[in-house]
């Protein structure tokens, strides 16, 4: 499907080593540290943080955040992620949905993007708290284009139904690597194809709402296994797709296997467009929740309503 494309790729030799199209600019601006600053005060946790996303200078200081709810500690220990991890986290902060819907309608934001950490311990997983914190934002801002990032969940369909009754606008739930690396990027405890389940489901439960997923590569995959990942994402009926290039977060972490070149990524986008994605952001500094991308599916939704 790819013709054989495998564009040059840099593969490190050093620890920490990077090509030069992965360089940004380090954050500073006046929004961005207003929009820490809000966060700090209502004791709110944003992905761009805890995931030390390398957009976060970008997006931050041109108004756009992700903010991650039910605490910033996960029950699950993926080997590509930078979030803190443990058995039993704190408490769910019963403020937190009210909190997080006031600094959305304050900021006046047009989209916005809520994630969360997995709480495996917790009866419902958290999908109460979280359908929550859709209505009070749905409530306070009710111009406010809504996208989640879920858990998976463990597959339950009664608990995804609580969160796809909230009615965001978007839900996500990421297929992260292929099918053959899911272990040991993922946490054992999730799967590559509870994730093609939980896609499936939310279209079953609430067809007009809008799914999407993504993709990390660098962990030494092949172009043929990303492209069939494409394909099982488009079979589930996923309507949109990022494609970004894994960093490692600490020396803990899985190492990079190689950083793909960008044209690379552009063979990607081309291929996931032909499957039928309404969009595909595919780039070295894409990552799941991305400024262009939540542009374009504003622009989607607007044509659509």
């Not at 943080?49 to 992700?66: L, M, Q, Y």
């Not at 590559?192 to 993709?215: F, N």
């Not at 803990?252 to 793909?260: A, M, N, R, S, T």
Request: charged residues 25%; proline residues 8%.
């Amino acid at each position: 499907m790819l013709s054989g494309l495998r564009a040059p790729s840099f593969i490190p030799t050093r620890p920490g080593e990077k090509p030069p199209w992965l360089k940004v600019r380090l954050p500073g601006s006046e929004r961005y540290h207003e929009i820490k600053r809000v966060a700090r005060d209502l004791r709110l946790s944003t992905v761009c943080e805890e995931a030390r996303c390398p957009n976060i200078g970008e997006c931050w200081g041109g108004g756009t955040a992700t903010f991650m709810v039910m605490g910033d500690t996960c029950t699950r220990g993926c080997r590509f992620c930078a979030v803190k991890t443990a058995r039993r986290p704190g408490p769910l902060d019963p403020e937190e949905p009210a909190n997080l819907a006031a600094t959305i309608s304050g900021m006046a934001l047009d989209y916005v993007v809520i994630t969360s950490v997995d709480r495996d311990d917790l009866p419902d997983q958290g999908a109460g708290h979280f359908a929550a914190v859709i209505r009070e934002t749905r409530r306070a801002a009710p111009k406010t284009r809504i996208e989640v990032l879920i858990p998976d969940f463990r597959g339950d369909a009664d608990l995804l139904a609580q969160v796809t009754a909230a009615r965001p606008d978007v839900i996500a739930q990421n297929l992260e690597t292929v099918e053959r690396l899911t272990h040991p990027v993922r946490d054992a405890k999730a799967g590559y194809r509870t994730t093609l389940d939980v896609l499936h489901r939310i279209k079953s439960q609430a067809p007009s709402v809008l799914t999407k997923s993504s993709l990390m590569v660098g962990l030494g995959e092949q172009p043929a296994e990303m492209a069939q990942a494409m394909v099982h994402l488009r079979e589930q009926g996923v309507d949109f797709l990022t494609i970004g290039q894994y960093l490692q977060p600490t020396p803990k972490h899985l190492p990079v296997v190689e950083f793909i070149h960008p044209d690379q990524f552009a063979a990607y986008e081309e291929v996931g467009l032909a499957l039928g994605f309404a969009y595909v952001a595919s780039g070295p500094l894409v990552r799941s929740s991305y400024k262009a991308g939540e542009y374009f599916i504003a622009k989607y939704l607007e044509a659509r309503a």
